[in-house]
Every structure is written in C-alpha cells, then in structure tokens.
C-alpha cells in the first residue's frame, strides 16, 4: 500500500470513525498530468441524528385530535431496514508536481443507504463501466482497522 491510499484510507476512518465501517471499496487512482485523484466507496453503520431537545421547534398546540398516520418513527422497524447501510463516497486530489505539489483536498459524503450485497454490486458495476482492468480492492471493516492499525498502513503524519 503506498502512501496516499494510506493516508486516504486514515482520513476515512478518522471522518466517520473505523469502528462504524462495515466494508469499503477502494478504485484505483488516476493521474492526469500533475493530479492524482481517488474514490472509495464506504457501507458504514448508520448514525442516529438526534436533535436535542433545546433545538426541536416547538409544538403547535391544537384541540384538534391529529390525524391518524403513521410515520417512520412509529413504524416498527424490520429486517430490511436493520440491514441497511450508509453508503458513501469519498474522494481525495492530490497534486503531484507544480508549485501546489503535496496539495491534498478530501471529502466524504453520504450518497445513499442500501443493504450490503447492494454495495457489492455497484462497487463491481463501476469497476466494469470504468474499463478498469484491476479490480476495486474490497476491506471488511475488521480488515480495514487491523490495516491502519500496522506500521505499514499508518499515514505519516
């Protein structure tokens, strides 16, 4: 592993913390010229946003009963939705050369939610349409921790 897919996959893990991924693709990277940029796909455990009560609006108050209907907060969750993930992408720009040479950019955003074997299945779509003849490399989360967690996979600082 060299090391800017290192210092990539450390700036995943420290954003949504290691302990929340559950799989991660990761594309080969492209140069053109003096940048190199990069992709990674992410399955994370979702993390509950909840707002504190301090910031909740406050409720109308209505002798009115309220309709009756049921939200996703009073639906019982199902299997379905226990297993899906939070999916999603991150990228890197690096500049290799020039006078912004060492410049790094990242950024990581949610782009959906979906089961596992979903995530598979895209990650071996854009392999496919991107004509790339190496494959994606796949880490479990477990995998992907003991990875940053070895000398050889820490970033330099």
Do not use: C
């Not at 990581?108 to 071996?124: E, F, H, N, Q, S």
Request: proline share 7%; glycine share 6%; charged share 30%.
């Amino acid at each position: 592993m060299d090391e800017t897919r290192a210092r990539f996959l450390a700036a995943i893990a420290q954003r949504l913390g290691s302990d929340r991924i559950v799989e991660l693709h990761l594309f080969s990277p492209i140069r053109q010229g003096a940048l190199e940029t990069g992709v990674a796909v992410v399955a994370a455990v979702q993390q509950e946003h909840a707002m504190p009560e301090s910031e909740m609006p406050p409720a109308a108050v209505s002798d009115a009963s309220p309709p009756a209907v049921e939200s996703d907060a009073s639906r019982p969750a199902t299997d379905n939705d226990r297993d899906r993930l939070e999916v999603l992408t991150a990228r890197y720009r690096l500049t290799r050369k020039g006078p912004d040479r060492g410049k790094w950019l990242f950024e990581i955003a949610a782009t959906a939610d979906a089961p596992l074997a979903t995530v598979d299945a895209v990650a071996r779509g854009v392999t496919l349409r991107s004509k790339d003849l190496t494959e994606s490399e796949r880490f479990s989360g477990e995998q992907l921790r003991e990875l940053l967690d070895s000398p050889a996979g820490r970033a330099p600082a």
